[in-house]
């Protein structure tokens, strides 16, 4: 499918329960063949977009389409789509293997093959019931029962809950060749660094309304950059009070012989500030994105 063509499409969606205005105007557009991550603290509205996305909730207004499908075409959209819910109910009475043979039949066509193969890459045993298994092997029964019918797109909140690192990583290889293959992924998570090694772009929900839309690049350029310097301790004061001369730089902390700095601004302008400075190192690193969303969030500017 053309990489310019929408798997998802938002205009203005709104969704409120009773007086609560939970959604607040969203527009996204998630092409064909991107992983995005949709970001936001708890009670932002991420589960309640994506549920609105699925017709799980009925929006107030607003168009939503699923490769120009109206997603109330529920069984053209659908079909489309495996979607991995943050609260799954599952039959605790059925096996693993049970469970997904009802969800195979739901398919059209049989897809219990793809099933064992990933069962066999996640670590999971198929025979065992469902309530015995722990939360981590049961997300694994979810994250199967998603991609067992060669879905076109994704729909994963909270995805990883319970995995421990190993399948963490298991769980990323699965997703890089789902879009290898040409799928798209349209994912909430609170690990950051699966966020950040995964996804091509990030969306920021704060209260509702969509605050920002950037590719991981981009946002990593466009945050603040951590500026150690290594002086002699008069050299170090001498930065400190003058270092509001260079727009977007300011003090964060200082110790003996170092001082950290925050920089958000033209790299080619600290470098000339610095160069006038008498230091004997420095070290300029990209913030990470759990810093960059603590900044977003704390501060409340958009990005």
Wanted: hydrophobic residues 35%; glycine residues 8%; aromatic residues 8%.
């Amino acid at each position: 499918m053309d990489k310019n063509t929408s798997a998802i499409k938002l205009s203005e969606v709104y969704k409120a329960f009773g007086k609560n205005q939970v959604l607040k105007g969203i527009n996204l557009d998630i092409k064909s063949g991107e992983i995005f991550g949709f970001l936001g603290p708890n009670g932002a509205g991420k589960t309640t977009t994506i549920r609105v996305i699925l017709d799980i909730f009925r929006s107030d207004k607003g168009f939503i389409e699923i490769f120009g499908i109206s997603n109330q075409k529920i069984k053209k959209s659908h079909s489309l789509i495996g979607y991995l819910s943050s609260e799954m109910i599952l039959d605790n009475d059925l096996t693993g293997e049970q469970y997904l043979k009802y969800i195979n039949s739901r398919y059209n066509g049989d897809f219990m093959a793809n099933a064992e193969v990933l069962a066999n890459i996640l670590k999971v045993r198929l025979n065992k019931k469902i309530g015995k298994l722990s939360n981590g092997n049961r997300q694994k029964i979810g994250l199967i029962s998603a991609l067992m019918h060669n879905p076109k797109l994704l729909i994963l909140d909270e995805p990883t809950q319970g995995f421990d690192p190993i399948i963490q990583q298991t769980f990323i290889k699965l997703i890089q060749q789902f879009k290898r293959k040409g799928g798209t992924v349209f994912m909430s998570s609170h690990i950051l660094a699966e966020v950040q090694e995964l996804c091509d772009r990030v969306g920021f929900i704060k209260d509702g309304s969509i605050i920002g839309l950037k590719t991981v690049k981009e946002l990593r350029a466009s945050a603040r950059k951590k500026v150690t310097i290594w002086a002699d301790g008069n050299d170090l004061e001498k930065i400190k009070y003058q270092h509001k001369s260079l727009p977007g730089l300011h003090f964060i902390s200082e110790s003996v012989d170092n001082m950290v700095l925050g920089y958000s601004g033209d790299i080619n302008k600290l470098t000339k500030y610095l160069s006038s400075k008498n230091i004997d190192d420095i070290t300029i690193t990209e913030p990470e994105l759990d810093e960059i969303f603590l900044d977003l969030y704390s501060g409340g500017d958009e990005v």
